[in-house]
């Protein structure tokens, strides 16, 4: 008693100091520029609160609001409990009245009580779950919720009558995060359906062998010593009781699969494991009936549990990879604020018109595609371009359905509706993709193809010479050639090889969806970049910046940048925001008194610094195009004009940055520029080069302009770009290459590079990438390292190894003891041990080869 | 010698609970969030 007592004093005591550490690190996180609510760097002038008697500052309206959300409720302790490690995104914030926005075919109801599946979105680690459920739970009206971290799913039961499914949505969108309600009899629930259907016929599998060993290692020390016939006659019966269903309930799976492929006259991998264990079993029955003969009930049901083991690991590593188009239909915005008769109305996306004006406010997703026509903002197009860049829109601009609209309120004009949206333009390229992207016929197959008519053909001939030479064993030879060439090593062969390679992927953060992507990719011949967001960051960097000699007040880099950074740090254009962020990101001090900031469109911006150097003096700065300096009079030294060319030649964004007194004076000096790109990521030239040593082509990808195009394609060395290409053209591209006889994989981010994803013959995505890339592609790289790309290839050929391997142990196994089982010499202790050695040995074989780092 | 009989009933039947066992577990969803429940332990106040 006093020890539990001494125990729990323990424990309180840990949690105090784990609580103060938590409260240090809180402490420490919001005093550095962060977002206190995501956790996001914070924009140079944050939204700012007191909360509780904490100044809390906030990266956007809509932290602000979700934070003082959670702090009303109580759920203050959230910030405790989650993970710093991993920042959330910005929230997702939810337009008016969604009630009859959602399909009422999504809610099963039985009384008052209904229920709903949600796809939460958002969710980055266990405490969203916490602060989901919490807050649910205390909602008036809700029976449960229960949230699965896995896969991101809610499902909720609630009283229709104290409570509508909009009012849920609307408490779990005031948290920031999405619910889209998703319907649990769509593919990606089935899927999760059949993962646990074959979970429970492996297990079943699993006991019928288990047993049945036993049995069988009882049965065979009889054989050595003596078993009376009795005992012997009563395991043979008790095994085959143990058998039935793994025979008749595991093995169905495969007698259906073999069943359909037989209708379509093609011949399965199905079809020689549903052969095998039914013959063996048959004739293992025979043999117990009329006590004579002996009895492999234990082969039969080892095999069927081995090959369901592999088929379950397999399809549950696919469990998570949802549909794709589900997806991206559940990404829309589900209402709009249309604006009829002057006045604001909220209605169901479906019902707006092409022509009418819709009001959209900070924070939204615009509902369908327009043309602004008043007010301005910048929007958030991540999810259709890959480009992380926000885009400024003005009167004029036009605007996607399904984007985010960050800052500002605008009105547009609708243009497009439902089908005609470039999201359902996507979507529609998406679903053509895959539905007609050819199946190539998989290995497995081909050889099922063959070995089955082979063996049944050794059989039967068998049977002929036996029926000739001795009719009274011509039934057993045959059958003994039928159970012994067990087509169980090479069922295993393929599944094993690829669950060791997807093993080996997944160690070094390579997703693969599924084991037959391992066996096309060896036989990739081009690779295509889309080159935002792979072999680049995909946003604005400074990549340059040259100081020019004829000033000499400032002698470093981070003090060119510095001066140019306290400028630009009020800006909101991206190549200000730029600037600013490297600045950040080398630690610079930009505490001074700045002045006077005005901003000259296209051509940059001017402002008054109290010169850090001078002491105190007041100092005009301008940073921008060769335009602004030359309107400002001022001679641009040759040096950097020639730096300006080249840099500019490759792609880049150069501007100048001088200062000096106004009017223009002798000592007003010019004295440097900064050149700012899309920053090509460290390992893309190591990664393009890797892959063309395996022989492969790599072409660049890109909407972006020629010259901007080639200078990447150059700098990391590729084969090829293709630049202007719209996002629509992409997968058209791959489809063309494939024409050609090319065998694509295709390597992108965005939702725009979906359809190529799903066309290309191995689609990769970034794992920065939208969910809806990801979920197009076949292989997804957990990080966004280049380098991976050529290691999943690396895998493939050597998975592809493994599988030679493999096949080569099961043929070597057949080509020995097929002529012996036909000639009748098999004693059925050899046949009992040969069989689960030629599994193990591939097994083996694939463990081994899956093992070996260098894989 | 009879015993055997008994005695390898016995373990079958054993068998077949545990098998009862684990297919009533996958059934009521034991197995499908892997993840959320070991950091629910410590939330749960």
Redesign the interface.
């Known amino acids: 008693m006093r020890e539990q007592v001494l125990k729990e004093d323990e424990k309180l005591r840990r949690y105090e100091v784990e609580k103060s550490s938590t409260s240090q690190l809180l402490n420490l996180t919001t005093s550095e520029k962060f977002c206190y609510h995501c956790g996001q760097p914070l924009p140079s002038e944050p939204f700012r609160e007191s909360i509780n008697d904490r100044e809390l500052d906030f990266c956007c309206q809509g932290c602000q609001a979700v934070c003082g959300y959670i702090f009303k409720a109580g759920l203050e302790s959230y910030y405790e409990?989650r993970d710093r490690s991993r920042p959330g995104g910005p929230p997702l914030l939810l337009a008016g009245d969604i009630d009859n926005t959602i399909n009422p075919k999504l809610v099963r109801s039985e009384g008052n009580i209904s229920e709903i599946s949600l796809m939460i979105e958002g969710i980055h680690c266990?405490?969203c779950?916490?602060l989901i459920e919490k807050v649910l739970g205390e909602a008036d009206g809700i029976i449960a919720a229960r949230?699965?971290?896995?896969?991101n799913r809610a499902r909720v039961q609630w009283d229709s009558k104290r409570l509508s499914i909009g009012e849920i949505v609307k408490k779990i969108s005031s948290l920031g995060y999405g619910a889209v309600p998703y319907d649990p009899a769509s593919s990606e629930a089935v899927l999760?359906e059949k993962n646990?259907d074959t979970?429970?016929r492996l297990?079943?599998a699993g006991?019928s062998t288990?047993?049945s060993m036993?049995?069988a290692e009882g049965l065979y020390a009889g054989y050595f010593w003596g078993i009376d016939a009795a005992?012997r006659n009563?395991?043979q019966w008790?095994s085959m009781f143990?058998t039935i269903p793994a025979v008749f309930y595991s093995a169905i799976p495969f007698m259906k699969g073999a069943y359909n492929g037989l209708r379509n006259r093609a011949m399965t991998m199905d079809l020689p494991i549903a052969l095998g264990a039914l013959i063996t079993f048959f004739y293992s029955a025979w043999a117990t009936v009329n006590k004579r003969g002996d009895v492999y009930f234990d082969s039969a049901a080892m095999f069927i549990c081995l090959i369901l083991a592999g088929r379950y690991i397999e399809s549950s590593s696919r469990k998570k990879a949802g549909n794709a188009t589900e997806r991206l239909l559940g990404l829309g915005a589900k209402s709009a604020t249309v604006i009829r008769d002057g006045e604001c109305v909220i209605v169901p996306v479906d019902s707006v018109l092409v022509g009418e004006s819709v009001e959209v406010r900070p924070g939204e997703k615009i509902p369908v595609d327009g043309v602004v026509i008043e007010g301005e903002s910048r929007v958030d197009e991540t999810m259709l371009t890959g480009e992380s860049r926000h885009l400024k829109k003005v009167v004029g601009s036009k605007v996607s359905g399904a984007t985010l609209n960050i800052d500002g309120r605008f009105l547009f004009r609708v243009t497009a509706i439902g089908e005609d949206t470039v999201l359902s333009k996507i979507i529609r390229l998406v679903e053509d993709a895959q539905s007609s992207k050819g199946a190539i016929q998989m290995m497995a197959d081909k050889i099922a193809a063959w070995f089955v008519p082979a063996i049944l053909g050794i059989a039967s001939l068998t049977y002929i010479y036996w029926s000739i030479h001795d009719p009274s064993h011509a039934v057993i030879y045959a059958v003994a050639v039928l159970i012994i060439t067990c087509p169980c090593a090479l069922a295993l062969a393929i599944p094993t090889a690829t669950i060791a390679g997807t093993g080996a992927g997944a160690r070094e953060g390579i997703l693969i969806k599924n084991g037959e992507v391992l066996e096309k990719a060896h036989k990739a011949t081009h690779v295509i970049f889309d080159k935002t967001g792979t072999l680049t960051e995909g946003k604005m960097g400074v990549v340059n910046t040259v100081v020019s000699g004829r000033w000499s007040g400032v002698s470093s880099e981070n003090e060119l940048l510095k001066i140019a950074a306290l400028i630009e740090k009020s800006s909101e254009h991206p190549i200000g925001k730029a600037i600013a962020r490297e600045a950040m990101e080398r630690k610079l001090d930009l505490n001074a008194k700045i002045e006077g900031f005005r901003a000259y469109p296209g051509k940059g911006v001017e402002g008054k610094i109290e010169w850090p150097v001078a002491g105190g003096q007041w100092s005009v700065v301008l940073v921008g195009n060769r335009k602004l300096m030359l309107e400002n009079g001022l001679q641009i030294p040759h040096e950097l004009i020639e730096e300006e060319e080249r840099l500019s030649s490759e792609g880049k964004t150069v501007v100048f940055i001088s200062t000096g007194h106004r009017p223009p004076t002798t000592d007003h000096s010019l004295f440097g520029l900064i050149a700012i790109s899309d920053k090509i990521r460290p390992e893309s030239k190591d990664a393009v080069a890797n892959l063309k040593n395996m022989g492969l082509r790599v072409t660049i990808l890109t909407g972006d302009n020629q010259k901007t195009a080639a200078a990447v394609a150059n700098a990391v060395g590729a084969d090829g770009f293709i630049a202007e290409v719209l996002p629509a053209d992409k997968e058209s591209i791959v489809k063309e290459l494939q024409r050609k006889g090319d065998v694509v994989i295709m390597v992108g981010d965005g939702i725009n590079d979906a359809p190529a994803l799903a066309r290309a013959d191995i689609g990769i995505a970034v794992g920065s990438g939208t969910d809806v890339a990801i979920e197009s592609a076949d292989i997804i790289l957990l990080n966004s390292n280049p380098l991976l790309v050529a290691r999943a290839i690396g895998i493939s050929r050597k998975t592809f190894g493994i599988i030679k391997g493999n096949l080569g142990i099961s043929f070597l196994y057949n080509i020995v003891f097929t002529p012996l089982a036909a000639m009748g010499f098999i004693v059925p202790v050899v046949a009992g041990i040969a069989m689960p050695l030629s599994s193990l040995a591939v097994i083996g074989n694939s463990i081994r080869a899956g093992r070996g780092s260098e894989v | 010698?009879e015993m055997?009989?008994v005695i390898?009933?016995g373990?079958?039947y054993l068998?077949?609970v545990?098998?009862a066992f684990?297919?009533w577990a996958?059934?009521t969803g034991q197995?499908?969030?892997?993840?959320?429940p070991k950091?629910?332990i410590?939330?749960d106040d």
């Open positions: 409990k266990a405490a779950i916490w949230v699965n971290f896995s896969t999760a646990n979970l429970v297990v079943v006991f288990v047993a036993f049995l005992s009563f395991m008790l143990i | 010698m055997i009989y390898i009933l373990a079958v068998g077949l545990g098998l684990l297919v996958i059934k197995f499908e969030d892997m993840e959320g950091y629910r410590f939330y």
